[in-house]
């Protein structure tokens, strides 16, 4: 007997999975708003991306010698988010705006190496 050929919704409350990436786990909902308009939410895991961090971090030399210094890694959903502002920064070259963000305790997961930017 052929297997049935009936697809199955994977639902979290009411968004249905539209799209997931076996590679990175980043997984994309939609849902409908009052209009019947798609509305689009992408989950990204960052677990691994803050325990790598940490583990360069840890590795990184004190003091800021040298012409380069990995100093963050971010996934790409925040770096894109309109809301923190990042890849906007970078685009208008706001230095003060990157150095508050990343110095901000708030955001000590995403940096690679210690000290103040």
């Known amino acids: 007997m052929l297997a049935s050929s009936v697809s199955r919704e994977v639902r979290d409350g009411g968004w249905v999975l539209f799209d ?3 590679v990175t786990g980043r997984t994309v909902w939609q849902c409908h708003d009052d209009d019947g308009n798609p509305v689009f939410r992408v989950d990204t895991p960052v677990t691994a991306t803050i325990e790598h961090n940490a583990q360069v971090r840890n590795a990184t030399p004190d003091g800021w010698k040298g012409d380069y210094h990995r100093i ?4 790409m959903q925040l770096l894109y988010d309109k809301n923190v502002g990042l890849n906007t920064a970078i685009q208008q070259g706001d230095d003060r705006y990157l150095s508050r963000w990343l110095n901000d305790s708030d955001n000590a997961a995403w940096r690679t190496k210690e000290g103040r930017v």
């Open 20 to 22: 997931w990436d076996p």
């Open 72 to 75: 963050a890694s971010v996934p």
